[in-house]
């Protein structure tokens, strides 16, 4: 079993859409779904001959649902999100977070939870919960495959803002503590920036 993973920063925030591929089976999910990203990651899914048939939200702040509407609309696929982050996909603009651009609101057609499992082929993703960053805040984790598609919980070199509303120290920390056990060549899969390990955040340790 394998994966193929691309990459597309969008949006002003240079947000990252991952597109997910299961080799095998050339079944296809997307992580997250930046201002205009859509195209890029369709055309990269038909170039690929893979058929996407999720769309999985990890949290809903603005500059990662931009699109929601759009990739739901374009692919027929069904958006999964935590119940906590629904305001921010079926009222865009209605969390205390400046808002700078109209976003379509996205129904949510599956309701995700802490525990539960999301199959692409032969891969199977384990839900984890981790609020902090945002309360409905959740993350898919591959032990098998040793990926870790973690969104605004864990980048190079520290953690999510937790400076803004809806965020939680205290919540950041014990979601930490979650990860920092994970195996070290995990590779983590940010909302923003390049990939890194769970070996290569040391700092991880400390919240053990
Ligand atoms: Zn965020």
Redesign the pocket.
């Known amino acids: 079993m394998s994966l193929t993973i691309q990459t597309f920063p969008a949006g002003p925030l240079e947000t990252n859409a991952y597109l997910v591929i299961d080799d095998a089976t050339k079944r296809a999910l997307i992580i997250d779904a930046p201002m205009g990203s859509t195209d890029d990651v369709i055309s990269a899914a038909e170039d690929a001959g893979a058929t996407i048939e999720l769309i999985y939200i990890t ?1 809903a ?1 603005w ?2 649902v931009g699109d929601a509407a759009e990739m739901k609309n374009r692919t027929g696929a069904p958006l999964l999100a935590h119940p906590l982050s629904a305001p921010g996909l079926t009222s865009p603009g209605s969390s205390a977070l400046d808002l700078p651009f109209e976003i379509a609101p996205a129904a949510i057609d599956g309701l995700v939870a802490d525990g539960e499992t999301v199959e692409l082929g032969e891969t199977n993703f384990a839900i984890m919960h981790l609020p902090g ?2 309360p409905g805040h959740t993350a898919l984790y591959s032990e098998a495959d040793r990926v870790f598609l973690g ?2 919980v864990l980048f190079p070199n520290g953690h ?2 937790i400076d803004i509303p809806g965020a939680s120290q205290t919540d950041m920390a014990a979601s930490l503590k979650r990860l920092a056990v994970l195996p070290g060549e995990v590779t983590v899969y940010p ?1 923003h920036g390049l990939p890194t390990t769970i070996g290569a955040e040391p700092w991880l340790q400390s919240y053990r």
Do not use: F, L
Request: zero cysteines; charged letters at 35%; aromatic letters at 0%.
């Open positions: 949290h702040h500059d990662h960053h945002e969104g605004d999510g803002r909302g």
